[in-house]
C-alpha cells in the first residue's frame, strides 16, 4: 500500500493499523501476526486435503481390481451373440440403484 503523499500515512489496514511507510515494531508485529494467521489457514487446508485424499485412496483400494479375461470373455460373447442376458436380473439392479440414489435420483 502506498503512503498518502500529503500526511505520508497509509490509511488504515485491515487491522486498523496505518503505515508510515517505515517498518517500525507494530508493524513488524502486525506483518508477523499476518503471516502467522495465513500459516494456520494454509495448514488447516493442507490437513484437509490430506484427510480427503486418505478417503479416497482407502475407497479406492475397496473396489475390486478389474479382470480384464472377464471382460474380453464378455466382450467375446456379445460379439457372436451367445450373451443371454436376464431382463429380470437387470430389472433387479435398476430399482436397487435406484434405492441407493435415493429421493434425489428421482425424475419428477
Known amino acids: 500500500m502506498m503512503p498518502d503523499p500529503i ?3 497509509s490509511p488504515p489496514d485491515a487491522l486498523g493499523v496505518a503505515s508510515t511507510g517505515q517498518a517500525g515494531p507494530v508493524e513488524q508485529a ?5 503471516s502467522h494467521a495465513t500459516t494456520k ?3 488447516a487446508d493442507v490437513n484437509r486435503a490430506e484427510a480427503l485424499l486418505t478417503a479416497i485412496t482407502q475407497a479406492a483400494n475397496a473396489v475390486p481390481a478389474i479382470d480384464q479375461a472377464r471382460i474380453a470373455e464378455l466382450r467375446q460373447a456379445i460379439n457372436s451373440g451367445t450373451y443371454k442376458a436376464d431382463p429380470l436380473l437387470i ?15 428421482k425424475i419428477e
Do not use: T, Y
Open 91 to 105: 430389472a433387479q439392479k435398476i430399482v436397487e440403484l435406484e434405492a441407493l440414489l435415493g429421493p434425489k435420483g
Open 7 to 9: 500526511r505520508g500515512v
Open 41 to 43: 489457514v494454509d495448514s
Open 30 to 34: 502486525v506483518s508477523a501476526a499476518r
